[in-house]
């Protein structure tokens, strides 16, 4: 069964218009683009003849009117500020396309249930929509979110006039399925030639942050064995972290140093203090683990050399989310029908399918990302690379169906 | 001849009344209580003896009236920012201390002039006291300095209603020699037991602007190898610099890692930009020369192998300032003749000393700092100590005296 290229596309670039902000587009959740965005979504399912709503979380949901076992394709219409326009929204525009490809055949073996999760991005509370659609009791959670600049969460919930609307959940008898489309969001499929990224699970994060306190002394005048110098302490932390790593994790296993930063900051004070935050992601429980020894062992050794007090703190520890292997098998045989080279690969970053996963089978599907940029108006893919995903994950979800929706 | 301690120390405790801050002063160039303290200053002076005037750019000095060649004792009464009592302060209040005792004892062989130079600490623009009595051409430099919150210089002087005062300049048939005396500011005069620091030279100092430039990619979804990381290369920097710069100086030889700031600052965005400010400090300007050299080559191996540009910008580069060693040598006799242990030692901070000695023979004596402390509200020595070293540099003078002044 063919996609149909141009109205797909179409949809895209329809979508994209709302929020626009140069090549990109700026639609943080609960934003008024992002809502406009949300009702567009509504009004495209109930013309592709689903019973569409949204929640009152801000999930749009698109249910299959005459089925009782249907599989979910989704994403999230939310964007960072000011990102690009695929991140998200392709993956929702799948569904709606697929959705319509299926019920324009006329096939009874199973239905498409098509969602756009809210605020993946996490402007107020990461993954809210996809943990409310999964049953998490975010109660304590949305009380309390803010985004950077101060609103709350519950304010823009109101704003939105979301509350009185019922809340979607997730229904495993209903729900046989969640295949998610996305951008890579990096260069491994571009630099390889592969077109399809079968995700065979996604990262676990360990995020820390790392307290060095030395003294502030003056850099004239105290003798170099006379310093604690936790700026020097940090940098040691860092470097050491740079050499270590690749011992531990497999070639896969990725670490950032994202920040540092040194107090007082001044040329001619030694740093009284050295904040580090530093992350590592891995798809192996194990080597997470080990990772941490590894950031606390060195932390110490640093804080000893320089002769300062560090703390350790992990701030953030999200567990790997293993992808359903005979899903993912299916998107691997799709593509080799259709002749698009794939690539097996770990997501490096969070997607809605790592909370779906562990209620319902998930699988996901990767397109190439242009330079492997997203997060930025530059954000791009190729027509063909779009079209050719939304291709192979339809036969993908043919074949599910084909094995009788379980 | 004694100095009066108790007189000595009674007039550093009234300095240290105007623009009290806690424990220690806040008393910046040009602040109410910085033209106060130096309309006090100029008072006690006049009640010293001396013909006292406070000048066009704000130094205060007082003139030997019957002296037609005079040692020039001083330093500065501007603080830091909330900094100290003694920074400055306590080496003006020696001159006058010491020239009191000098006019009491009849003495008629030399006078004392004493000078408080006005914005040391560089509120406005460092060492302009010092640099317009030693006949610098600041005009330029005056036109455009400004504090940090955006002050200009000139309104500062306008306001201070300075302008119309005449300009104080060094004369050397006048001005035989300048003597400073300052808390060391560091921790090897207490560490070591001495009480008597004599500077030998001060050191030169080159502050460096280093400015790493990679590409800001996603830190979970691009591979270790296909990273352009420069907060990875400015870390690298900064540890190599603390491994090898020891090879190139000597046990004096001094450098920091001051501050370090990455952008976009993000947990999970590899640093695009990376930006590190440090600052070397010798008397020997070869040592000086070997490590920017060592900091450009390091810079270059770094980005290479972290696959970024780098900039470096030497933001400052100020010469070592030997002083004069025959001068060196009275305090080092005083010292002795008054059982004070002393120990030659550089001074790892500027002083007006390093400007005047371009001109005239000049001598800095270091008293001990508690606990190494300075540019704080905690910065203090003992009493024992102020008088100690107010005595030993009232020796040093009267042996230079004996000598002819020449």
């Known amino acids: 069964m063919p996609i149909r290229p141009d109205r797909l596309l179409a949809d895209m670039r329809a979508l994209a218009a709302i929020g626009q902000h140069m090549t990109g587009v700026n639609r943080p959740a609960f934003s008024d683009a992002d809502i406009a965005a949300r009702e567009w979504l509504r009004n495209k399912m ?7 709503e949204i929640d009152c979380y801000g999930n749009v949901y698109g249910r299959a009117i005459n089925a009782d076992r249907t599989v979910v394709i989704g994403s999230h219409s939310d964007t960072v500020p000011f990102g690009g326009w695929l991140d998200g929204a392709m993956g929702v525009i799948y ?4 959705a319509r490809c299926i019920t324009e ?17 996490g402007t107020y509370l990461p993954f809210l929509g996809s943990r409310a659609f999964c049953g998490d009791n975010l109660t304590a959670e949305i009380e309390t979110a803010k985004s950077k600049d101060g609103q709350t969460l519950k304010d823009a919930m109101s704003k939105a006039a979301l509350p009185g609307n019922a809340a979607v959940r997730l229904d495993p008898r209903r729900h046989a399925a969640y295949f998610e489309a996305h951008i890579e969001q990096g260069p491994r499929l571009e630099s390889s030639g592969r077109k399809i990224g079968v995700v065979t699970a996604i990262v676990g994060i360990k995020s820390f942050r790392l307290l060095f306190r030395g003294q502030a002394n003056h850099a004239g005048t105290t003798p170099m064995d006379m310093r604690h110098d936790a700026g020097g302490a940090a940098m040691c932390l860092g470097n050491l972290l740079n050499q270590r790593m690749p011992a531990i ?9 994202g920040n540092m930063r040194f107090e007082p900051g001044a040329i001619n004070v030694v740093p009284v203090l050295a904040e580090v935050f ?7 429980p194990a080597v997470l683990a080990e990772a941490e020894h590894l950031v606390r ?16 703190e992990c701030l953030h520890d999200t567990e790997p989310a293993a992808m359903t292997p005979a899903l993912a098998k299916l998107i691997e045989k799709a593509a080799a029908e259709l002749g698009a080279p794939s690539a097996s690969m770990p997501s490096g970053a969070g997607h809605d399918a ?21 997060h930025h108006v530059s954000e791009d893919t190729s027509d063909v690379d779009i079209v050719l995903g939304a291709q192979v994950l339809l036969r993908a979800i043919e074949l599910f169906m ?3 929706a379980r």
């Open 46 to 52: 109930m013309n592709a003849g689903l019973a569409a």
């Open 95 to 98: 569904g709606l396309e697929i």
């Open 105 to 121: 055949s006329g096939s009874q073996s199973c239905g498409i249930d098509v969602i756009s999760f809210q605020d993946e991005e």
């Open 249 to 257: 994790g497999g070639p896969q296993t990725v670490w950032n140093v």
């Open 278 to 284: 530093l992350q590592v992601r891995d798809i192996s």
């Open 297 to 312: 062992a060195l932390a110490a050794i640093c804080a000893e050399s320089f002769k300062v007090d560090v703390e350790v």
């Open 354 to 374: 790592m909370i779906v996963v562990r209620h319902i089978p998930s699988a996901m599907l990767f397109v190439p990302s242009i330079g492997g940029r997203s």
């Open 402 to 404: 084909a094995n009788g």
